[in-house]
């Protein structure tokens, strides 16, 4: 037996049989170092980014101590983004299909406050959420935290950087001493040393050497005039010509002027920053994760969250101001094994910074002649899916296999047209091969299980 086999940890049997069933086959290295000090409840400081595997690691030590017939909050994960929180929310309802009675809250901003309320009410032991709205149950006495046993500050370093450094002790001031402290961060600055002495017991420190996570991802420059700049971003775009890329930006306003400014070239891409309502975000980055939007546009806080398993390109449209920043942007790209490109545009006095980043990851970054740039008269091809939203979700007891069959039924799809489905609570989303998309809609005529929905896709053919 493999020393990474999850077999190797006391977990139960139904566990064990559900993790063998998603494809959980080795533990990641990070779930091999901290798991087993996570389930023998010891505190615990972890240096992974996002794509390592960390969410599985807490979410398994939150589920091993959990108790289904206790019907109160017995672990919280704290995420500095809706989008992270959602995300670690379905992780850890994948990881507990096979337990019963298992209740996952998330408690975000951008959803009704009064509908948080009646489910903690009702009761769930595990919630995941963002500092400013689990604050805000706290305060108007919705959330009570007395009877919690794990406490998981995830991506903790941006959460400090986003300034939530006190909305954070106020809540941990209301959880009992007792707890179990989880404390996963990309970086570790001295706020996050500080935080840990605070807030943690002997915490066992389980951190990994950045750069030998990244030895996939191939890392390049290409310097440029600002006035050129949007020129080399079409050079880089134009040689590499993948199927999807994400270009981080520093400002919201500079996102959403390249986003219009490649769809005007005929790329299909969209922005996204804090400035978009949550539900505005949510669609595109399922656009995004479903192949209905080849290039996203970001800044580093709305990227969060995102989980892309295969993104070929990464593109640092503006260098970021530290490199610790660089290297979690970089490392989205060159995951689960999969080599990856990362592509930095600067200007002249911006040599220092890629000087200052080679010193932090001591790995030296190629820079790119003009020359090395082909732009190939390849025509750009529109992503192979769209997006098909369903005015319907949970609330109206809506299942994928509901939207499967209608959207197969009568042949007005084959089933391998048909790609990922999400549901939420009102909304629902599939992804639909674009070559069958444009019939489908006066085929469906809005029916499913019998009833009329409005339907819409997100894009424009």
Request: contains cysteine; hydrophobic residues 40%; charged residues 25%.
């Amino acid at each position: 037996m493999s020393t990474h086999s999850f077999a190797n940890l006391p977990l139960s049997a139904e566990m064990l049989k559900n993790l063998e069933s998603i494809g959980y086959q080795q533990m990641t290295p990070i779930q091999a170092k901290s798991l087993p000090y996570i389930l023998n409840k010891q505190d615990v400081i972890a240096k992974a980014k996002t794509g390592s595997g960390k969410t599985a690691a807490f979410a398994l030590g939150v589920l091993s101590r959990l108790n289904p017939s206790l019907i109160q909050a017995q672990a919280m994960v704290i995420c500095p983004t809706r989008e992270l929180a959602d995300q670690v929310s379905k992780e850890i309802r994948r990881l507990a299909r096979l337990m019963p009675n298992v209740r996952v809250l998330t408690l975000c901003g951008g959803k009704p406050f009064r509908m948080q309320a009646e489910s903690l009410y009702n009761g769930a032991q595990i919630l995941v959420g963002t500092p400013g709205r689990i604050l805000d149950h706290l305060k108007r006495k919705t959330l009570y935290l007395g009877k919690l046993q794990t406490l998981v500050l995830d991506e903790a370093d941006r959460m400090l950087d986003m300034g939530f450094h006190d909305d954070m002790l106020e809540i941990i001031k209301q959880t009992p001493a007792s707890r179990q402290t989880l404390l996963f961060s990309a970086t570790y600055p001295d706020s996050i040393t500080q935080m840990s002495q605070l807030l943690q017991k002997s915490p066992v420190d389980v951190s990994f050497e950045t750069h030998d996570e990244s030895t996939q991802i191939l890392e390049l420059a290409y310097q440029s005039a600002d006035v050129e700049k949007y020129d080399a971003l079409l050079a880089v775009l134009g040689h590499y010509q993948e199927k999807s890329a994400i270009i981080f930006c520093r400002t919201k306003r500079q996102c959403d002027d390249v986003a219009i400014l490649l769809c005007e070239k005929n790329y299909h891409a969209l922005s996204i920053h804090s400035d978009y309502e949550q539900r505005e975000r949510e669609e595109i980055l399922l656009q995004f994760a479903n192949q209905s939007c080849s290039i996203l546009v970001a800044t580093d806080v709305a990227a969060r969250g995102i989980d892309i398993k295969a993104l070929p390109l990464v593109i640092n449209y503006d260098l970021p101001s530290d490199p610790e920043s660089y290297v979690h942007r970089i490392g989205r790209t060159g995951r689960c094994g999969q080599e990856g490109v990362a592509i930095s545009l600067f200007n002249e006095k911006e040599k220092f910074k890629l000087k200052t980043i080679e010193e932090y990851t001591q790995k030296p970054i190629k820079q790119l002649e003009q020359t090395m740039l082909s732009q190939p008269s390849i025509p750009i091809m529109p992503p192979p899916m769209r997006t098909l939203c369903i005015n319907a979700g949970k609330k109206n007891k809506m299942r994928p296999g509901d939207i499967l069959g209608a959207l197969t039924g009568d042949g007005a799809l084959k089933g391998d047209e048909v790609g990922k489905i999400d549901i939420f609570d009102f909304h629902s989303y599939v992804a639909i091969k674009r070559s069958a998309a444009s019939p489908l809609l006066q085929r469906l005529q809005g029916k499913i299980k019998g009833r009329a929905f409005k339907l819409r896709f997100l894009d424009n053919p």
